[in-house]
Nanobody, 114 residues
Framework: QVQLVESGGGLVQAGGSLRLSCVAS????????MGWYRQAPGKPRELVAS???????NYAESVKGRFTISRDNAKNTVYLQMNSLKPEDTAVYYC????????WGQGTQVTVSS
């Protein structure tokens, strides 16, 4: 059974940092393309960072240079390091296996105060 468990969110001041974690089970992250999405209130869910099996990384323009996606194969875990946080980064963050899959975790709330 596929399961994704996100953690690491919280309340932080603008300019601060957080590291999100996503522990996956039921499949192997290293042989899948993985992504981090976010959804702010009243807005559609958007893909902010992705990493391919070969570790090619791609970022949304809004987070480029501030966020870094990474993976620990031994822990089957994907991370999102978020630096220089802005109030507009406030959202619930989710990780997901990219492709024809519809498995979502519960997400982790990130709130950035000004």
């Amino acid at each position: 059974q596929v399961q994704l468990v996100e953690s690491g969110g919280g309340l932080v001041q603008a300019g601060g940092s957080l590291r999100l974690s996503c522990v996956a089970s039921g499949f192997t992250c290293s042989i899948n393309d993985m992504g981090w999405y976010r959804q702010a209130p009243g807005k559609p869910r958007e893909l902010v960072a992705s990493m391919s099996r070969s570790r090619y990384r791609n970022y949304a323009e809004s987070v480029k240079g501030r966020f870094t996606i990474s993976r620990d194969n031994a822990k089957n875990t994907v991370y999102l390091q978020m630096n220089s946080l802005k109030p507009e980064d406030t959202a619930v963050y989710y990780c997901k296996r990219l492709g024809p899959y519809d498995d979502w975790g519960q997400g982790t709330q990130v709130t950035v105060s000004s």
